[in-house]
């Protein structure tokens, strides 16, 4: 993309740069414009159940039903404006969250050095690059000196990799992270022209689906549509046969239809999931869309990565190896708790001199710090030197004066070792670092057991590279050391003492083994794809309680075809060195297999496979922007185990969005039932308009609101996902609703005729108050579908408690306050009527509990 025209010391002139902006464009990613307001209210309003919802308001104010229609029309804004606010509102905490690149880079123009807004970059300017600083454009090198850049937002891997000009390690990409060393280096491509443009490219090249839970009530409400239609044409039907006037029947048969209709299910899900959102927020988890939280509840499989989400991203000794003792190491990341300890017991630097003099080289060979504040600790350079200083701290051991530094040979990717020549007192000590391959071509002797150097035989040098075997077999990445005294500073590397080796690992997150248990208990696999090595990715599956039966490559993938790929996904498999096509192909395939996949990742090589999955969780922290809005979930604590709450949260979600469903529709059911009866016994109306509404929205949607507050049931985390099939309403759901509507419309009738001949007001305020109280008491039942109260605890749902105290004292103030009256046309119950509708709702309460404590008992 770049030309050659850009001087190599004097970098671009300010005029060339201009031109090159207008040709080029600004260094940018190029940005979804931002969702407008009134897009994202209209959208609230697309929902079948919705939709149905709009169209009965209309037929209610056509028939002049204009009570009713109001009534549904409010719901139905109450509805869009809940959504429209959490959907806003995520909006702006995820606008806040986005860091991704350096506002600033330094660069030369007009042959000085000067800091330059990012987006300003051009192909051809020459950037000039330190520890600390996020690379803002795709670049070649033309300088470097011990460049060491953390590519892992791009690949996945968690060590750092060597650059240098020449060769194809020359390259330097956009988001990537330089770690030590220092560079000067041209651009060649800027904003969408970059690698990390083409795969933000790829990530808005698909498209973004339904979520589960969008899908079944679609499903849903296509049942309810239909029920309603076929029950509104039957009533139709029916009134007309039994000789009822036309405008009668048809009123009635669009009054059943929209009894029929929950009108407060699109609200009461709404507000369960936002309340949902909230708790979630609360667990560190920024829920993007609301039908989200719920599909992570019912996923099968979880595919993570690795570097940064299961482990710290911080490398950490764990081993230390002497040709005369073995050392353990203890404590993760920077923070230098831990110890050094020898057959058990812990042990210092001064009281060990095999230890004191590797940790002298491993401190000198050293250009990484590590500081505190009130934060923590935290770490500037190369990650392997970082932990090499934390290993320092443990051990005691002093930090070396930087000025007895005489000389050094840096680290580079040919020799893959250093050294430095140090002043120790009146002698001058060569020091070298390094493989342990490139280590033990220049050493000819080994600490011997006593401290002296011995020669070194083609025994110790296969000992020495068993050790080694032993401890890369764990996944640990390894360095080893050497000393010897030298005259010169400049003296050559050759004649060295060996030491010893040191072998460090990017460790788990401490809470990630419990959270891959618990996730195990819930049914759900854990796959773990990664671009780091093999060796390294199955070593950290284990040990964070993963079974691993093989641990595939992206070459490995590239070879398999579609039914081998299934086949190796049907073990306990694993993935190493894998591109971003990689990732979609992988979560593609589990797709296929009928799993409901959820995508852990912070690297933009994650962003395709993110937007891919059935639901993708981003990193908050060191997440990419184009990570997080490719996500449906941003974890903003960037911790693993915090999924474990989110899934939870999912599951506990669509329990209760289950539980209020029956409960809605079972009240609905008694309804039209009682309407349907009456209307063939050719009574008078059992329920007028208003009160049919009065029952649905305000006292039904009170407590369904309740209900959705259900905390998870004590086994949640212990029964396998629901099936991806499994509708909102099953077999069980319809019989369940079927059974509490049949008594309550049959006990509302009853109470109806019962009371007729004393008046009509009467005998309807009893069929009214009838409904209202069997409908608030069977609530109860609906808490669990297995467990009795004495289970899941009397008082543990508080705002179902108070919900039904609530909706009790409005049904009192519906008998007994004279607006309402007026407005219901109901009259005052005595307290012989009171006793009556307690004894007939009794059972609603009884016989529920009585039915899951005799289940409950069975072996």
């Not at 869009?80 to 995820?94: D, H, I, P, S």
């Not at 020799?415 to 071509?441: F, I």
């Not at 993938?557 to 498999?573: M, P, W």
């Not at 990689?582 to 496979?609: C, F, I, S, Y």
Request: hydrophobic letters at 50%; glycine letters at 8%; one cysteine or more.
């Amino acid at each position: 993309m770049a030309d050659d025209t850009a001087h190599p010391v004097h970098g671009l002139t300010s005029q060339e740069a201009a031109r090159r902006l207008q040709e080029y464009g600004p260094n940018q990613l190029a940005e979804q414009e931002p969702t407008a307001r009134w897009r994202i209210l209209a959208r609230q309003f697309t929902s079948l159940l919705i939709l149905m919802l709009i169209a009965a308001a209309g037929i209610a104010l056509a028939l002049g039903e204009t009570v009713d229609a109001v009534a549904i029309l409010l719901v139905v804004l109450l509805n869009g404006v809940l959504g429209f606010v959490q959907e806003w509102r995520t909006e702006t905490a995820l606008a806040a969250l986005k860091n991704m690149l350096a506002s600033e880079a330094r660069v030369v123009r007009d042959g000085a050095q000067r800091m330059v807004d990012t987006r300003r970059i051009v192909p051809g300017d020459l950037v000039i690059l330190e520890a600390g600083d996020k690379v803002p454009a795709d670049l070649t090198l033309v300088a470097g000196m011990r460049l060491k850049v953390d590519e892992s937002v791009l690949t996945g891997e968690s060590v750092p990799v060597d650059k240098a000009p020449g060769g194809e390690a020359d390259r330097l990409f956009m988001g990537a992270n330089v770690v030590a060393g220092r560079a000067e280096g041209v651009v060649q491509a800027t904003g969408t022209a970059t690698e990390f443009g083409n795969i933000a490219q790829l990530t808005a090249s698909i498209e973004e689906g339904q979520t589960h839970l969008q899908v079944k009530l679609a499903r849903l409400a296509r049942v309810l549509g239909a029920a309603a239609v076929g029950l509104g044409l039957m009533v139709l039907a029916a009134g007309l046969a039994v000789g009822r006037p036309l405008d009668e029947t048809f009123l009635m048969a669009v009054a059943l239809a929209v009894a029929m209709v929950p009108e407060g299910l699109p609200a009461v899900v709404t507000i369960t999931l936002a309340l949902g959102a909230s708790a979630m927020l609360r667990r560190r988890a920024l829920v993007r869309r609301l039908q989200a939280v719920e599909t992570l509840g019912a996923a099968t499989v979880i595919c993570t990565d690795k570097t940064g989400t299961l482990t710290e991203n911080a490398m950490t000794v764990t081993a230390i190896w002497t040709p005369a003792q073995g050392y353990s190491v203890t404590g993760t990341g920077h923070d230098p708790a831990g110890h050094v300890a020898r057959d058990g017991a812990r042990v210092r630097a001064g009281d060990d001199a095999r230890l004191a003099r590797l940790m002298d080289v491993a401190l000198s060979c050293n250009h990484a710090e590590l500081t505190r504040d009130a934060e923590g600790w935290h770490m500037v350079g190369d990650p392997t030197e970082g932990a090499l200083v934390t290993l320092g701290h443990k051990a005691w051991a002093p930090l070396p004066d930087p000025a007895d530094r005489l000389a050094e040979i840096p680290f580079d990717a040919e020799r893959k070792r250093m050294s430095v020549v140090m002043r120790r007192g009146p002698d001058l000590v060569q020091m070298v670092k390094g493989a342990p391959e490139t280590v033990l071509e220049v050493c000819d002797r080994i600490d011997g057991p006593d401290g002296t150097p011995a020669p070194l035989t083609a025994a110790d040098r296969g000992r020495i590279q068993r050790a080694a075997e032993e401890m890369a077999a764990d996944g640990r990445r390894l360095l080893a050391f050497a000393q010897r005294s030298v005259e010169d500073p400049l003296a050559g590397e050759s004649g060295l003492i060996f030491l010893g080796l040191v072998g460090m690992i990017d460790p788990p997150r401490p809470e990630v083994r419990q959270a891959v248990a618990l996730c195990r208990s819930a049914g759900i696999r854990v796959v773990m794809i990664t671009g780091d090595a093999p060796l390294t990715a199955g070593a950290i599956a284990r040990e964070i309680g993963l079974s691993v039966d093989r641990v595939l490559t992206g070459a490995d993938l590239d070879d398999l075809s579609e039914a081998d790929l299934d086949r190796a996904l049907a073990g306990n498999t694993h993935f190493a060195r894998t591109a971003p096509a990689h990732k979609m192909r992988l979560v593609e395939a589990l797709q296929r297999a009928g799993n409901l996949v959820a995508m852990t990742g912070d690297g933009v090589n994650d962003a395709p496979a993110l937007r891919q999955a059935d639901i993708g969780v981003a990193m908050g922290q060191r997440g990419t922007d184009v990570a997080k809005d490719a996500s449906d979930m941003v974890l903003l604590d960037d911790n693993f185990a915090t999924i474990v709450g989110a899934v939870e949260e999912g599951r506990r979600q669509f329990a209760n969005i289950r539980r209020f469903v029956r409960y809605l529709l079972s009240s609905n059911a008694g309804e039209v039932v009682a309407i349907l009866v009456n209307l063939f016994l050719g009574g008078p109306l059992i329920f007028l308009a208003t009160q049919i509404l009065w029952m649905n929205l305000v006292t039904d949607g009170v407590t369904a609101v309740a209900l959705g507050m259900e905390k998870p049931a004590p086994d949640q985390m212990r029964r396998p996902p629901t099936a991806k099939t499994t509708p909102i309403l099953d077999l069980a759901g319809f019989a369940m609703i079927g059974a509490f509507g049949l008594y309550t419309g049959a006990a509302s009738l009853w109470l109806f005729y019962s009371y007729l001949p004393q008046g009509e007001d009467l005998a309807r305020t009893m069929a009214f108050a009838g409904m209202v109280v069997f409908e608030k008491v069977s609530v109860f039942a609906f808490r669990s579908f297995r467990l009795p109260m004495a289970r899941i605890g009397y008082a543990s749902n508080r705002p179902l408690l108070i919900a039904f105290a609530v909706t009790m004292s409005l049904q009192a103030l519906a008998i007994y306050w004279p607006p309402l009256q007026v407005m219901l046309r109901t009259v005052p119950l005595g307290p012989d009527h009171l006793l009556v509708l307690a004894g007939l709702a009794l059972p609603l309460l009884l016989v529920p509990e009585l039915f899951k404590t005799l289940r409950a008992a069975r072996p």
